[in-house]
């Protein structure tokens, strides 16, 4: 069974810039479509980045030109780069896997069967 692990949130000033990591274990990453999911006070979890097992990648227009998903299969992670952050991009980020998504870019939760716990991301001056 698939777990996920987030990590690499924090506090960051606008402008500046994280990179979460989506750590793997017990099934190989590149298996499923991975998405980068996030949740602000308030909101509905959207899916913001995804890439799918033959490495197509997506991204939701707010952040496109700004995050960058990729893959390291050799260590079983996948990473979103996450630049020119602004304040609305505060959110608890979490990463997810699906082995059956149709079109990762759809974000559609219900075919993502795994989940990892969350990052905090807090873009504040």
């Known amino acids: 069974q698939l777990q996920l692990v987030e990590s690499g949130g924090g506090l960051v000033q606008p402008g500046g810039s994280l990179r979460l990591s989506c750590a793997a274990s017990?099934?190989?990453?590149?298996?499923?479509?991975i998405g980068w999911f996030r949740q602000a006070p308030g909101k509905e979890r959207e899916g913001i980045s995804c890439?799918?097992?033959?490495?197509?990648?997506n991204y939701r227009d707010s952040v496109k030109g700004r995050f960058t998903i990729s893959r390291d299969n050799a260590k079983n992670t996948v990473y979103l780069q996450m630049n020119n952050l602004k304040p609305e991009d505060t959110a608890i980020y979490y990463c997810?896997?699906?082995?059956?998504?149709?079109?990762?870019?759809?974000?559609?939760?219900?075919?993502?069967?795994?989940w990892g716990q969350g990052t905090q991301v807090t873009v504040s001056s």
């Open positions: 997810a896997g699906g082995s059956t998504v149709v079109f990762c870019g759809d974000y559609d939760v219900t075919e993502y069967d795994y």
């Open positions: 017990g099934d190989t990453l590149n298996t499923y479509a």
């Open positions: 890439i799918s097992k033959g490495a197509y990648t």
